[in-house]
């Protein structure tokens, strides 16, 4: 191997987790088996995706080589491997959608959120005081790769827009952490 193959780097892996006893434990035995130091750990027992699965967010360090055998032995154990890359997220930004957020599909808008960014939905909390068929709001907190901010908040308005929703931004979009 040359010198820059050996390199190691911080790896972030999101996955989704059925809701069953041992499925961590079974998410961590391929990245301690192919030489992955383990980071951390961010699991959100309390949220549930869209599937109705457990996001977990794993930062480790590895070597490009080892960390794709990272992610090869987490699919072939049947982990449900969301985003696998080296950047991570070093921005948060908290917005409020108010609108019609049920009836538009809240999961959807989530989920074009996450899928159309370089972003990952870290908290959500969700008002409908009238009931979900009438004007609900929601605070959507995001976590984004340093720079991406701008294209994040591009990406929220121009779903807003589409579903006719009303987007309360938060001040100094790029300048950090919010």
Do not use: C, W
């Amino acid at each position: 191997m040359n010198e820059m193959s050996m390199e190691t780097h911080t790896h972030t892996i999101r996955l989704e987790l059925v809701d069953e006893p041992g499925e961590l434990f079974r998410a961590l035995q391929p990245i301690a088996d192919n030489g992955g130091n383990l980071l951390s750990i961010f699991h959100e027992r309390g949220n549930i995706t869209p599937r109705g699965h457990i996001p977990v967010e794993v930062d480790v360090e590895a070597t490009p080589e080892r960390f794709k055998e990272i992610v090869a032995g987490l699919r072939a154990e049947g982990i449900n491997v969301v985003q696998a890359g080296a950047e991570r997220y070093s921005e948060s930004l908290t917005m409020i959608l108010y609108g019609h957020l049920v009836d538009t599909g809240l999961s959807d808008t989530l989920k074009r959120i996450r899928e159309e960014t370089n972003t990952s939905i870290t908290e959500l909390s969700l008002s409908a005081p009238q009931g979900t068929h009438d004007i609900s709001s929601a605070r959507l907190r995001v976590a984004t790769a340093m720079g991406e901010v701008d294209k994040t908040m591009q990406v929220v308005r121009q779903i807003a827009d589409e579903k006719d929703l009303r987007v309360i931004e938060p001040h100094n979009i790029g300048g950090g952490n919010k």
